[in-house]
T-cell receptor, first 111, second 114 residues
């Protein structure tokens, strides 16, 4: 089954700085990839999903992710962090009907 | 538009007591339905999924069970809770359209077994 690995369990950024969250996938065929965000004591909210139509995917809240086949990566970025971006972020891959998640990356934003 | 309802939001139960968590989806038909658990240090773990009424697939052997009595209703149960059942339980649905359809999650139930 395909899997994803998130590098870095915690990321701390200053408000206004770049947010970069790393995700690598293991697959020999184009995977179905997603990024989700989870705020404390809430469910997961879809940020964006990869479609083969474009390698750069734009999502909600100013986030985007770039699919790089040569690096088997699907990193999530946001040019300028906001305090409201403090949350946990999950990369995920779809296997048949099921979604497998990375371990998650907690983002803290410093004022 | 589609919505997913999950209840209760929080639950405190003693060891050995029964459990019933309910999830319903509105605005779609024949969805795939899922139960995930999120526990400290264990990430997001798929417990059960269902592709149709009465069809339940179990991913992890445990003392939990799931049922789908109606098309848009998914229930997670236990006859006797263990301390290790504590966690954050998330229900999700997925449309059976495009191959890259995402999962949509409910707000979760925080279960504490004491």
């Amino acid at each position: 089954a395909q899997s994803v690995t998130q590098l870095g369990s915690h990321v701390s950024v200053s408000e206004g700085a770049l947010v970069l969250l790393r995700c690598n996938y293991s697959s020999s065929v184009p995977p179905y990839l997603f990024w989700y965000v989870q705020y404390p004591n809430q469910g997961l909210q879809l940020l964006l999903k990869y479609t083969s139509a474009a390698t750069l995917v734009k999502g909600i809240n100013g986030f985007e992710a770039e699919f790089k086949k040569s690096e088997t990566s699907f990193h999530l970025t946001k040019p300028s962090a906001h305090m409201s971006d403090a949350a946990e972020y999950f990369c995920a891959v779809l296997n048949d009907y099921k979604l497998s998640f990375g371990a998650g990356t907690t983002v803290t934003v410093r004022a | 538009s589609q919505t997913i309802h999950q209840w209760p939001a929080t639950l405190v139960q003693p060891v050995g007591s029964p459990l019933s968590l309910e999830c319903t989806v509105e605005g779609t038909s024949n969805p795939n339905l899922y139960w995930y658990r999120q526990a400290a240090g264990r990430g997001l773990q798929l417990l059960f999924y269902s592709v149709g009424i009465g069809q339940i697939s179990s991913e992890v052997p445990q003392n939990l069970s799931a049922s789908r009595p109606q098309d848009r209703q998914f229930i997670l149960s236990s006859t006797k809770l263990l301390l290790s059942d504590s966690g954050f339980y998330l229900c999700a649905w997925r449309g059976q359209g495009a191959n890259n359809s995402p999962l949509h999650f409910g707000n979760g139930t925080r279960l504490t077994v004491t």
